[in-house]
């Protein structure tokens, strides 16, 4: 189990045992950024930050981090993101009406962002 915690100066990505929540492994990502949401895909962690239009990707093994990259998007924020492997691309939310969608091998966005609405 991995996961993203955000917070000013003190983010983390984190390992966890699945069963007991304990952290196995920890890493800090500068102080700079304030770590959102994470996804796995083949081996790697993707992560994106909430303000910095910064991403990162990390070997899921060890936490060592190999890339990070730069992106866009509407409110120029990251939020969350998950992989949609039938569709190989990962969907970003930035806390818009929208959801991008970006190549899974490319880390670009592809293809028309949707906008989404809650039905009352």
Not at 84 to 90: C, K, L, Y
Request: proline share 2%.
């Amino acid at each position: 189990l991995y996961e993203s915690t955000g917070l000013n100066g003190k983010s983390k990505v984190r390992r966890l045992d699945a069963t007991t929540l304990d952290v196995i492994q920890s890493i800090d990502i500068p102080r700079e950024y304030f770590g959102e949401g994470i996804t796995y895909h083949n081996g790697n962690l993707i992560q994106i930050t909430w303000k910095k239009k910064t991403g990162f990707v990390y070997d899921a093994n060890d936490l060592s981090l190999l890339l990070d990259f730069p992106f866009e998007t509407e409110r120029m924020e990251g939020w969350g993101i998950t992989h949609d492997a039938s569709n190989n691309r990962f969907i970003v939310s930035d806390g818009s009406q929208y959801l991008h969608f970006w190549d899974d091998q490319t880390l670009e966005e592809v293809g028309e962002r949707v906008k989404v609405w809650r039905l009352d």
